[in-house]
């Protein structure tokens, strides 16, 4: 088995998870919380195949490492179809906003920020990193990121989260500007918050892993995704209709 192989195998993979969201998208939030709700066969498929193509993506490393293939050029494709995954699955979920019922325009933009933002982060980070030595500030890393999604679909709440990342992730991407902008500029800026003043340890959003501040960020996220209750389709839906008129 080469590493590429498992690199391309999750790329298509997550394609065919991005197609489920498209025809499985949901318009409401919370399924757990709707009563005489049924699954939704197509967002469980979809959740099935991202855990495959997360399978897929951690063990590329380990096969290279394994097997003696580890390269450069491998590294380069395991990056560049991160991004086209991320595509996959927020131009699936538009899609799905888009043809499914009434045009819902809100959630197909959001869809589009999400991926955006999803971007971004990644292309701050490698562009900051041909400038500085590293970059490696921000919560909305990929893991977090990655999780977010599943957790969502798991819980059939596909609006909580197209809009926590169409918003939250922007801060991981002003954030490294700002990390890069402060390095060029000859400073310091602590890493962890333990090593700064109380303004920087109030920002529970800047800990690292691992420690007790990151996982209560990390819980109000969770419970975000699967808790959220607001029906998100109808509150926007009305908000328009308010501002057109």
């Given at each position: 088995?080469?590493?590429?192989?498992?690199?391309?195998?999750?790329?298509?993979?997550?394609?065919?998870?991005?197609?489920?969201?498209?025809?499985?998208?949901?318009?409401?939030?919370?399924?757990?919380?709707?009563?005489?709700?049924?699954?939704?066969?197509?967002?469980?498929?979809g959740g099935g195949l991202l855990v495959l193509a997360s399978a897929c993506d951690m063990l590329d490393g380990a096969?290279?490492?394994?097997?003696?293939?580890?390269?450069?050029?491998?590294?380069?494709?395991?990056?560049?179809?991160?991004?086209?995954?991320?595509?996959?699955?927020?131009?699936?979920?538009?899609?799905?906003?888009?043809?499914?019922?009434?045009?819902?325009?809100?959630?197909?933009?959001?869809?589009?920020?999400?991926?955006?933002?999803?971007?971004?982060?990644?292309?701050?980070?490698?562009?900051?990193e041909n400038l500085i030595a590293s970059c490696p500030v921000g919560y909305w890393q990929r893991g977090e990121r990655s999780a977010a999604i599943l957790i969502a679909t798991f819980a059939h709440n596909i609006p909580a989260l197209v809009?926590?990342?169409?918003?939250?992730?922007?801060?991981?991407?002003?954030?490294?500007?700002?990390?890069?902008?402060?390095?060029?500029?000859?400073?310091?800026?602590?890493?962890?918050?333990?090593?700064?003043?109380?303004?920087?340890?109030?920002?529970?959003?800047?800990?690292?892993?691992?420690?007790?501040?990151?996982?209560?960020?990390?819980?109000?996220?969770?419970?975000?995704?699967?808790?959220?209750?607001?029906?998100?389709?109808?509150?926007?839906?009305?908000?328009?209709?308010?501002?057109?008129?």
């Open positions: 088995m080469r590493p590429n192989w498992l690199t391309v195998g999750g790329m298509a993979i997550t394609a065919a998870a991005g197609v489920c969201y498209a025809l499985g998208v949901g318009r409401q939030f919370a399924w757990t919380l709707r009563s005489g709700a049924s699954p939704n066969a197509y967002l469980l498929l096969v290279a490492r394994l097997g003696t293939h580890s390269s450069v050029f491998g590294q380069f494709l395991d990056s560049m179809l991160d991004r086209f995954s991320d595509f996959a699955v927020y131009s699936g979920i538009a899609i799905g906003y888009a043809v499914q019922g009434p045009a819902n325009i809100t959630f197909v933009l959001l869809s589009m920020l999400s991926f955006v933002n999803a971007f971004m982060i990644s292309y701050a980070k490698a562009r900051a809009i926590q990342q169409a918003m939250l992730p922007l801060l991981t991407v002003v954030r490294r500007i700002l990390y890069t902008r402060a390095v060029m500029a000859g400073k310091r800026p602590p890493l962890d918050p333990r090593a700064g003043r109380w303004w920087l340890k109030v920002r529970l959003w800047r800990w690292p892993r691992m420690t007790v501040p990151y996982d209560l960020v990390t819980g109000l996220n969770i419970a975000w995704l699967i808790f959220a209750p607001i029906p998100a389709y109808d509150v926007l839906r009305q908000l328009a209709e308010v501002v057109s008129t």
